[in-house]
Structures are given as C-alpha cells and as structure tokens.
C-alpha cells in the first residue's frame, strides 16, 4: 500500500525538478534583471515543440536536443533583452507586464496557427521503459530529464558563484548603481541573463516532452506553474526554484493521484497560499531588511 | 586632463546643474564644495555617464565623452568613489575587488593592483573571502577605495568619502586621497566638510544651486569671507 505513495511521490520529485529548472530561469531573470518574465511558460512550449519536431523529423532525442535547444533560446533571450527589454528595464512595472504578457499572447497564438489546438505526443521508443529499485517502479524517461535538469541547474549555480562573469551579474542583482560606478556593462550583463533565463526554459521544455505532451494551451499553465514555484521557494533564490519544483511536483503527483488529475493545481496554490501566509519570502527567499 | 563646459542637467523638469565648468589639471586636486543638493553628486554622475547631460560638453583628453555610457567611460580611466560607498554587499571583499577590474583597460593589470590594494589596505587581504557587507562603514570606504583603484583609473572622483565615518576615520581616509595624489593620480574631491578639503585641494569651486558661484585655489577660498561664513560658520 505504502509502495504505492512512495511511487507517486518519487515521480512527483521527478517532474518536480523538470519544473524546478523552468521556474529556475524565472527566477534569475527577475532576481537580477527585475523584470518578470510573463512569456516564461509559453518558451518553455516553444521548446517543447522544437524538441518534437527535432525528434520527429529527424529521430534526435529530446534529451540530445534539449541541449542545442537551450543554446538556440540563449541567443533568443540574449537578443530579446538587447532590442527590447532593456528599454523597459526602468519603466513602470505595468508597462513590463504588458510588453510581456502581450508577447505570451503572440507567441500561444502563433503556435495555435501552426501546430493546432491538438496535444502532440512525443511516443519515445523507451518511454514506457522503467527501472525497478526495490518497492520503486520508475520511469526512465522521469529519470533521464531529472537527471539532465539537475546538471544544468549545477552547471548555472557553478556559473554564477565560480566565474568573475557569474559575479558580475551578482554585483548588478546587488547594488545597480555600484555596477555602474565600477563599469560593468550592466545592459549586456542583462542580456546575458536573460539569456540564462531563457536557456533554463529551453532546456526544461525540451526535457517536459518527454513526460508531457505537446500543445499551446500549456503556456500560460506552466508560466503560473513557474511563479507559483518561485514565489514558494523564494523570489530570486536559486536553491529555492529547486526546492519549490520537488514541492510542486510532488504535490501535483499526490493530488493527481490520491484525488483527480485535474485537481492537482488546486493544492499547488493551496501550497502557494499557505507559504505566503506563513512565509512571505518564500521558503529560501531572504528577509527584506 | 579633465575640462567641463556648460553642462546642463535635468532631472525632468527640475534643472540640476546648470552652465557647470571646470578644469581639472593632470596629477592635480580638485574639491567641489557645496551645501546638501547643491548639485555636486549630479555633476560627478553625469561625468561619470550616469546620468546623460541635455547641454555641454565633458573633455577628458580631449574626447568630449559627454553622453557616453558608464562603461566607456570608465574604461578611459575615469573612476568612482560613490557617495555612500556602494559596494556589493551579498559578495565577497575578493569579489568586490574583482568587479572593479573587469573594465577591458583593467583586465591584465589585475594582479599587480591587487598587490597595491592589498599593500594600502592590508585589512581588505585579512577579509578576503568576507562578504562586504558583514564591514564596518571604515572598511567598506576602504574596499569602495581599493575597488576603483582596481581598475587603474588615471582620475578619480571621491563623492562625499567622510560621509558617515568617525572623525578618526576620515583623517585616515583623506590621508589615502593624498598618498593616491602624490603617487601620481589626479583627484576630484566632493565634500560636504568644506575646511578639510579646501586644505587638500590645489584648486576649489563652489557650487550652489547647480551653478558654480565661485572658485580658486583652496587655500584662497578657505580665507574667503563669503566662503568662511556660507560654509564654515565663521
């Protein structure tokens, strides 16, 4: 009986750290560059169908073409922050939520012309291949992308703490006007970021087609998914966005499975609910001084 | 090395700075002296490509960098000792100090400044690894000082470095300023204590009310009846 919960819960700590590096990518880009990504979620679909098509077309594993995904959605954030977010930097926070929100919209919509309303199964060969460790029946696939979304968070947190790089985009979330006073290029530094953000999402979306199914009306879900994870694990920290994924994760899974799929977002908000009561800044986020 | 001409600032309607020239000699001291909101740090920002002038002009060797962005300037080799000191907090002394080599004029003589930081401030080495904001307001000025030196500018401007610093302290401090002078580096001086750096000064201007209503050598100003009642209540 209780095999049955410990199942649910390893695959709820799976997926959980999938959605752990999408809700990462939200996080540094607000922790640095202040601005909230509303188009978060609907990147990560974009990244899901270049992934299903990269697998469709020319057979390359999602979890091989997570990687050029990432690099591709790099270059996309980067340049996006240069020619249009860095504009908005300074503005008033409503005009950033529209510049943001407007290009959620373009981009769901886009992606309803192409690909249809329809979800798009990946169908990988060992997508129904499972490992058994004891009581534990586990989903290769869960197991792969978790595996794959662990390393490139570590690879971001080696980033950010061991390369000068790294600190330079530390010192501008720190003290704006100190990174201006000893001139740090803080609008490239920015556009890097994003990128960074950006590069999460991308591989997090490449990753997600193998545990879910393609389709446009995700975007928004997952973009609320990733701030529900952010605001639980602590606004622009990273181990939070981590921790707040497995949480969510887990808690979706158990709902999913103990009362009904579609009520698994239910607890996530509860969850959220009950941090924000209990714990404003999160559960990694720091005090406000 | 540093000459200002009719520098107008705005910060929207309200005019900061208006018709501001100055010169700065190579190897020299200039103080800017003036009372709370006079203009003195709007003039060291827009120098420093902080904030964009609407008018004037800003020759640093003669290349008008008025409008450039912080950057650029920077990495001709003007630095910043900011008001308020405006380190990174959350990093490391070490990675503080490293922030202020990034600059590309900067990158390949890191190890050699760090060397002269360390040799100024032997606390910073003992503090290393540090986060800079566990330091006391005495140190970080330090590391605010060292952090600039770090990027091997051939001026500096000092923005208000006693503000918030115990007596003791500040003499320390305007000690560093004129070490840093006779080694060779040409200082801007803003401060709100008149007498202390009229004393240090080669060469002082007034500014008041974003205009500069006065100016001379320091020592002229400091015995300067208009400058003696305005400024040191005497």
Request: glycine share 10%; proline share 4%; aromatic share 8%.
């Amino acid at each position: 009986m209780w095999s049955i919960y410990l199942n649910v819960v390893t695959q709820g700590v799976l997926t959980g750290l999938v959605y752990g590096l999408m809700a990462l990518g939200l996080s540094v880009i607000f922790g640095v560059v202040r601005v909230v990504n509303f188009a978060h979620g609907e990147f990560a679909v974009i990244a899901m169908y270049a992934a299903f098509i990269l697998f469709k077309a020319y057979g390359l594993d999602p979890l091989i073409a997570a990687a050029p995904i990432a690099l591709a959605f790099f270059a996309v954030g980067f340049v996006l922050q240069m020619v249009l977010i860095n504009s908005f930097v300074s503005r008033p926070e409503h005009e950033q939520f529209i510049l943001l929100v407007g290009l959620a919209i373009i981009i769901t919509n886009a992606l309803l012309m192409i690909f249809g309303p329809d979800a798009q199964p990946t169908n990988l060969p060992y997508a129904f291949d499972s490992y058994l460790v004891g009581p534990l029946i586990i989903d290769k696939v869960r197991v792969y992308a978790a595996t794959a979304a662990v390393a490139v968070s570590a690879a971001l947190f080696a980033f950010f703490r061991r390369t000068r790089t790294g600190a330079a985009i530390r010192a501008c979330a720190d003290n704006l006007i100190g990174a201006a006073v000893v001139g740090l290029n803080v609008k490239r530094l920015y556009a890097l970021t994003f990128g960074l953000g950006l590069a999460c999402v991308g591989a997090a979306g490449g990753l997600m087609v193998t545990i879910a199914d393609a389709t446009p009306s995700l975007g928004p879900a997952y973009t609320l998914l990733a701030f529900t994870i952010v605001i639980i694990g602590g606004l622009g920290s990273m181990s939070g966005a981590l921790v707040g994924g497995v949480l969510i994760g887990v808690s979706e899974a158990l709902a999913g499975f103990v009362i009904a799929p579609s009520m698994k977002s239910m607890f996530s908000f509860a969850l959220l609910i009950a941090v924000l009561v209990l714990r404003p800044q999160g559960l990694m986020g720091k005090k406000k001084a | 090395m540093l000459s200002v001409r009719d520098l107008d600032v705005f910060f929207g309607d309200a005019q900061a700075l208006s018709g501001v020239s100055f010169d700065v000699a190579a190897g020299g001291i200039v103080a800017i002296v003036g009372a709370n909101g006079a203009g003195k740090t709007s003039l060291i920002r827009t120098i420093a490509g902080m904030h964009r002038p609407a008018q004037g002009s800003i020759l640093f060797n003669d290349v008008d960098i008025a409008g450039w962005p912080s950057h650029r300037v920077c990495n001709l080799g003007i630095g910043q000792v900011a008001e308020g000191r405006q380190i990174f907090p959350t990093l490391t002394v070490g990675e503080n100090l490293e922030m202020g080599a990034m600059l590309p004029r900067a990158r390949r003589k890191r190890a050699a400044q760090l060397d002269r930081v360390f040799a100024m401030f032997p606390i910073l080495k003992e503090r290393l690894r540090q986060t800079a904001g566990t330091l006391s307001g005495g140190e970080q000025q330090m590391l605010a000082i060292g952090r600039c030196l770090m990027g091997a500018p051939d001026l500096v401007m000092f923005d208000e470095p006693s503000l918030g610093l115990a007596p003791a302290i500040v003499q320390d401090v305007l000690r560093t300023i004129r070490e840093l002078n006779r080694e060779g580096l040409t200082c801007v001086l803003v401060e709100q204590n008149v007498a202390l750096s009229l004393k240090l000064a080669d060469r002082a201007y007034v500014l008041e009310n974003g205009r500069v209503t006065l100016s001379g050598p320091g020592a002229e100003l400091l015995a300067d009846d208009r400058v003696r009642q305005a400024y040191l209540g005497m």
